[in-house]
């Protein structure tokens, strides 16, 4: 079994369905959780060194972060429905989120050193634009992109139709040679329309040190701590997955597989 997939674990009592620290990763920066809470559950964290994203996976919540009480969020029952509600919080901010019926909650995480106040992000704020064309065609959300506010953390949605491909041409950013190319690991929490079937991830860098090719199944965490990455959604199987990227330069500076470099991003 590959050691960049990481399978769900549904029956966690505390609803953690993923937990990826830098710790188990094997690498420096990125964290991310998926999380499960039942109607009225509350979590509550006191902050830590990270900086976070909260993501409204889907349902609804209340969210207090320190003194600041940002009221319910949330209008979609599907990753698949709309641009989501998100909340930005500095590095050592406590914070609590209350289920307002069943809620799937993602948070994002890498270290920073804080400075900025936390912050409401709308759907409006996110928007959606589209990347690539015919059989590459793809929908984009930047929750939380390198032209917003952030110390290291950057957090992205993608929506593939079945039949299409993603993150492709294939593209990597593995090497700190800023502005050309910059160095982010990078999480793909991946999320079938369905909730079966599969899509497909490849990872793999030129040299052949790392080659690996995954059969992705609802709720999976691929791990990206170098080489290109391409996904492909089979048809009749629409994907979606939550991209948490950070690195010591925040900014998404990367570099084409060659074989592939002719065709548009």
Not at 13 to 37: H, K, S
Request: aromatic share 8%; charged share 20%; hydrophobic share 35%.
């Amino acid at each position: 079994m590959s050691k960049l997939l990481i399978h769900p674990r549904l029956d966690d009592v505390g609803g953690v369905v993923q937990r990826v620290t830098p710790e188990t990763a094997g690498w420096g920066y990125v964290g991310f959780e998926a999380i499960d809470l039942s109607p009225g559950a509350v979590l509550s964290r006191p902050g830590d060194d990270n900086e976070l994203c909260l993501v409204l996976v889907a349902g609804r919540a209340r969210i207090t972060a320190g003194e600041t009480d940002y009221g319910l969020l949330g209008e979609r029952s599907s990753p698949f429905d709309a641009s989501p509600y998100a909340v930005y919080l500095p590095p050592h901010m406590p914070f609590t989120v209350r289920a307002e019926g069943k809620l799937e909650l993602a948070i994002c995480a890498s270290p920073a050193k804080g400075g900025l106040p936390s912050r409401l992000i709308t759907p409006a704020d996110v928007g959606q634009i589209e990347r690539g064309t015919g059989t590459n065609l793809r929908y984009v959300r930047n929750i939380l992109p390198d032209t917003a506010a952030a110390g290291t953390l950057l957090v992205v949605e993608v929506v593939t139709p079945g039949g299409h491909w993603s993150s492709y041409p294939p593209h990597k950013h593995d090497t700190d040679d800023a502005p050309n190319e910059t160095y982010l690991e990078e999480t793909y929490y991946h999320r079938l329309r369905r909730g079966s079937g599969f899509a497909v991830q490849r990872v793999y860098t030129k040299d052949g040190s790392l080659d690996e090719t995954m059969a992705i199944a609802d709720r999976d965490v691929v791990l990206v701590p170098k080489g290109y990455h391409p996904v492909g959604a089979p048809h009749g199987f629409d994907l979606y997955y939550l991209n948490v990227m950070a690195g010591p330069v925040r900014q998404w500076k990367f570099s084409m597989d060659p074989d592939q470099a002719h065709l548009p991003y």
